[in-house]
């Protein structure tokens, strides 16, 4: 049956490629790529030969619909981005709302998402989040997104770019409150995987005090917003008496 294949592809570690996802790539007629040049190595590695063809979100319309016209043609398409699963803050929505509305039968073959692969080792809530793909690249915008999701009960995802990560946690800092429970993961599923973890304030000390924190691939994920729990309208000679009384508990 001929379809437009959704493929997920490693995102550092080149063992994590699933079995299904070699075949489809093997079978398919073509492979549409975000870098051909990029996903090139990757299927040399794997010794796969099929044919590539280039796909992005900005690609014109006369190529998203060269694409629809040969699915229609009975081909079968295979489409995979840099990393990871396609259409997660990656190429490809475009493409599958066509396909779909064309009629043509489309195909998720999954695997590894930087989101998710996060989120399972972070150690925070997980029973919700929200994905919120990258911030905005400015400051003031940035700023902006976070104040509005400051009082959001769910864990919230970000993608970063290493060159904004500094900048980043300061505005997090600003609008989540210093001590915000915040997770860093870093370089996940290659040499250099590390998750830094502690208060928002905390890790930024960490990525400053070594600029190693500052570079490579990084998703953020900031524990959502709970309600304080005795209330912090305690005077704080209530506050202290409270202490004194704790200590004293057996
Ligand atoms: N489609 C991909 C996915 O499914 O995760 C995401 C593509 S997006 C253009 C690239 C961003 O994903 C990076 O800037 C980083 O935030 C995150 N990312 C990708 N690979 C990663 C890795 N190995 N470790 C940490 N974050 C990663």
């Not at 996903?39 to 900005?58: C, K, P, V």
């Not at 919120?132 to 104040?147: D, N, T, Y």
């Not at 709970?226 to 057996?250: F, H, I, Q």
């Amino acid at each position: 049956d001929n379809a437009l294949y959704i493929v997920a592809t490693p995102i550092g570690n080149l063992g994590d490629i699933t079995q299904r996802a070699l075949n489809i790539l093997q079978q398919a007629d073509l492979i549409a790529a975000e870098d051909t040049r990029h996903s090139g190595r990757l299927l040399q590695h794997f010794n796969i030969s099929t044919r590539m063809i280039s796909y992005h979100d900005h690609s014109d319309e006369r190529q998203v619909d060269s694409i629809i016209a040969k699915l229609q043609a009975g081909t079968s398409i295979a489409l995979i981005s840099d990393a990871g699963t396609p259409l997660i803050s990656d190429p490809g929505y475009g493409l599958v709302k066509k396909a779909r509305e064309a009629g043509v039968k489309v195909v998720p073959v999954p695997g590894v998402s930087a989101v998710i692969t996060a989120m399972s080792a972070a150690g925070l809530p997980s029973d919700r989040f929200s994905f919120e793909g990258f911030p905005p690249h400015k400051s003031g915008a940035r700023k902006q997104l976070f104040a509005s999701l400051a009082r959001d009960a769910r864990t919230l995802v970000f993608y970063e770019s290493p060159h904004r990560i500094v900048d980043c946690l300061k505005d997090l800092a600003a609008e989540f409150g210093e001590d915000r429970p915040l997770v860093m993961a870093r370089e996940l599923t290659k040499t250099f995987e590390t998750f830094l973890s502690g208060g928002v304030a905390q890790v930024l000390e960490q990525v400053l005090a070594d600029s190693n924190q500052q570079k490579g691939e990084i998703v953020l994920m900031v524990s959502g917003y709970r309600k304080p729990e005795t209330g912090d309208e305690l005077s704080p000679e209530a506050e202290a008496t409270m202490k004194v009384l704790l200590e004293e508990l057996p």
